[in-house]
């Protein structure tokens, strides 16, 4: 079955983005990449150091992943459209994940100046994959001015707390014509199959990785709970009941007279 998830001009397989900070080492990156079996990899364009090979983050990427830098630094969209086109000249690349954030306790997104981002660099040719609070009208509006994809957090960025905004995504996955992508918030695979099952387009996972005890075994853990999630959407989950209901007939198999 094809099943490919195409997006931005890419045509992929896989349906787990992930992240790369916050690993206690850049040299996790490669083994994280081949156990979650992820085709796009986002970067902070402030991460990338030319002229420092050992502390350059590209240099630790395979060549057949796409990168999607991120505009994470941002405090608005004039910003995030400079961050952007750095990140072109710098590697080439259309793909941009906004990340515009002036709330530095809970680090929730601009939804408003996120889709002003999404305004300006659309029409400069970029694939725009906007990360937003869950909310219908924001997305609309993002929508309309051009991102490729939604990106709602699930819970605030680094908690693992989970899809607390479950019920919100699902009103986005019901009524925007677009991929919707659930980043941040995930902690554990679990969360990721259910994102899966409402039928988001794919999740982003950073931290539950990272801050995991094995991180390479965590990345594996999440490939195969998006797959599961994945063939469960598909298959069409099972009617919810409120009352039992038998798996087989309800009839006498032994003789009532006796």
């Known amino acids: 079955m094809d099943d490919k ?7 992929l397989t896989s349906r787990i983005f992930i992240g790369s900070g916050k690993f206690p080492n850049n040299s996790l990156i490669p083994q994280i990449i081949e156990a979650s079996e992820a085709q ?10 030319f002229e420092n090979p050992n502390e350059n983050i590209l240099g630790y990427i395979p060549e057949n992943i796409s990168i999607m830098p991120n505009t994470s630094g941002a405090r608005n969209a004039k910003e995030a459209a400079i961050i ?17 954030i002036n709330d530095n306790k809970y680090l929730l997104p601009d939804n408003y100046e996120t889709a002003r ?28 001015s051009g991102a490729a994809a939604i990106m709602p957090l699930g819970a605030p960025i680094g908690t693992n ?19 919707i992508i659930v980043d941040a918030g995930i902690g554990k695979p679990s969360d990721a199959c ?23 075994l965590m990345a594996e853990a999440f490939k195969n709970s998006v797959e599961a999630g994945r063939k ?8 919810i009941s409120d009352t039992g209901r038998a798996s087989s007939p309800l009839t006498n198999f032994l003789n009532e007279e006796n």
């Open 40 to 49: 796009i990899i986002t970067v902070a364009v402030r991460r990338f150091d």
């Open 232 to 239: 469960a959407f598909l298959a069409k989950l099972g009617t």
């Open 161 to 179: 707390k989970g899809l607390l905004a479950r019920d919100m995504i699902k009103i986005l996955i019901d009524e925007i014509d677009l991929p």
């Open 194 to 216: 259910q994102a899966m099952e409402m039928g988001c387009a794919a999740v982003m996972i950073n931290t539950a990785i990272s801050s995991s005890g094995n991180p390479v």
């Open 5 to 11: 998830l195409r997006i931005a001009g890419l045509d």
């Open 84 to 100: 952007a086109k750095l990140a072109r000249e710098a590697i080439g690349t259309n793909l941009v994940k906004i990340e515009i």
């Open 117 to 144: 981002a999404c305004e300006i660099l659309a029409k400069d040719g970029f694939y725009v994959f906007a990360y937003m609070n869950a909310d219908l009208s924001s997305a609309r509006d993002m929508k309309n």
